[in-house]
């Protein structure tokens, strides 16, 4: 067990380490909406992880919100961080590496780290957790 442990660590770390990943800054971003934006930044050169964290977020939100995500009330966008168009939402939101957050307003929620311990390993607990703060967005006022 603590093999285990220390082996899914290990592959937690390079992850991380190999894809850059950083959190956004804890600042509020300006955003009026009421609507709820997911965003996942990433870099042009990207490992199986990063594609994975994409791939499940989007596929998540279309499934469990179908209604919303049809109508707009639920968007997901993939944003290229070396793209520079993609820099003054970047700056806005405090974004400078792979990041993926889910935005209602001025509401921010950061689920990297999230992302980076389950998307790949247990993608059940990553739908679980966006469920949870989309959930948790949707009955802010």
């Known amino acids: 067990m603590k093999l285990i442990n220390v082996f899914t660590a290990t592959l937690i770390m390079i992850g991380t380490v190999s ?10 971003a300006e955003l009026p909406s009421d609507r709820i934006e997911a965003y996942y930044f990433h870099f ?3 490992c199986v992880t990063c594609n ?3 791939a499940n977020a989007k596929e998540n939100l279309e499934t469990l919100y179908p209604n919303q995500f049809s109508n707009g009330l639920i968007t997901f966008q993939s944003i290229n961080l070396e793209d520079p168009s993609s820099k003054p939402l970047a700056k806005r939101l405090g974004v400078t590496g792979q990041t993926l957050m889910i935005i209602k307003g001025e509401q ?10 389950y998307a790949v390993t247990k993608p059940e607990r990553f739908r ?5 703060k989309v959930d948790f967005l ?4």
């Open 52 to 54: 994975t964290i994409e």
């Open 19 to 28: 894809c850059n990943a950083k959190s956004a800054s804890p600042e509020t």
């Open 108 to 117: 921010k929620v950061n689920i990297t780290n999230e992302g980076f311990l």
């Open 138 to 141: 949707l009955m802010k006022q």
């Open 44 to 46: 042009t050169a990207r």
């Open 128 to 132: 679980e957790i966006i469920n949870e």
